[in-house]
């Protein structure tokens, strides 16, 4: 398990450090900011829609590891998926991350946050970048804060 838990961690380290799919996405179909005021992480997620389905995710954004990294494999994960399977990812990673199930096959690259199930404080800096997803897709004009 320390051989995982170091692998995990190295993920995080590189997705912190250098994350993926950053930028805006200036024919968006979906956009929103979101805070996370505990920890001051924030930022602005882009995506493109069509037919029900991600195909394009992107941000733009600052804060801690865990959030950066979050982010970063997030955008990884949504592309090509359609909404229904998004609802889905989303659920089975809020309770990874939340300790409440660990089995979660289907979740792939995004098992390596589940450490942070035994931080709950971090909690929010990981589905900081989920939760502005939901609300994008909801078209919720309100900002996102995880307060
Ligand atoms: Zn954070």
């Known amino acids: 398990m320390s ?3 170091e692998l995990y961690q190295q993920v995080i380290i590189d997705h912190g450090r250098h994350p993926r799919n950053v930028g805006e ?9 979101g805070f996370n ?25 600052s804060g801690c590891a865990i959030s950066m990294a979050s982010a ?21 990673f809020h309770e990874l991350v939340t300790g409440k199930s660990q089995n979660s096959e289907s979740l792939g690259k995004l098992m390596v946050l589940a450490g942070v199930a035994e931080f709950p404080a971090r909690v929010k800096c990981a589905t ?10 909801e078209n919720n ?5 995880t307060e």
């Open 3 to 5: 051989d995982l838990r």
């Open 25 to 33: 996405i200036l024919h968006a179909s979906h956009q929103k900011e």
């Open 72 to 92: 970063s494999l997030m955008t990884e994960t949504l592309r090509d998926k359609s909404l229904a399977e998004v609802e889905n990812v989303f659920s089975s």
């Open 141 to 145: 004009v309100a900002p996102v804060s």
């Open 37 to 61: 005021p505990l920890c001051g992480d924030q930022l602005t997620l882009y995506l493109v829609v069509e037919n029900d389905v991600i195909r394009e995710a992107k941000f733009v954004g």
């Open 128 to 137: 900081l970048a989920w939760h502005t997803m939901k609300a994008a897709l």
